[in-house]
């Protein structure tokens, strides 16, 4: 539901946002790209947590002679095990990676700069 609300909700925002506020028009726009982008970084993350927790229990295992298939499920749910792994901490990147994009970098550079 949120993937589908989310966007939605943005675009009728820039819609009504063009329609009447010329004055403050471009500083709302910038506002609104900003979220739009956090949106989308964290939606991306969120839909891929979601398929890694969710195919090995949807992905059919073939039948192969030579091993039984509960061991093939295994190997299945190890390697998205650590699929889930690495996006849990990359979760971490995922954030800056959006904090980076909600910010000016001019600003950041003046406030990482040692005071004299």
């Known amino acids: 539901v949120i993937w589908l609300l989310a966007p939605t909700i943005l675009y009728l925002v820039y819609k009504r946002l063009q329609q009447g506020l010329d004055a403050t028009f471009m500083a709302r726009i910038r506002v609104l790209a900003v979220n739009y982008t956090q949106v989308a970084i ?4 969120w839909t891929l947590y979601v398929l890694a927790n969710a195919l090995p229990y949807l ?3 073939k039948d192969n002679p030579a091993e039984n298939n509960n061991q093939k499920s295994n190997r299945l749910q190890l390697a998205f095990y650590a699929v889930k792994a690495s996006l ?16 000016d970098p001019r600003k950041m550079r003046s406030i990482c700069r040692p005071k004299p």
């Open 59 to 61: 992905i059919e295992v």
């Open 88 to 103: 849990i901490s990359a979760k971490g990147a995922i954030d800056l990676m959006a904090w980076i994009t909600s910010n």
């Open 42 to 45: 964290f939606m991306l993350w």
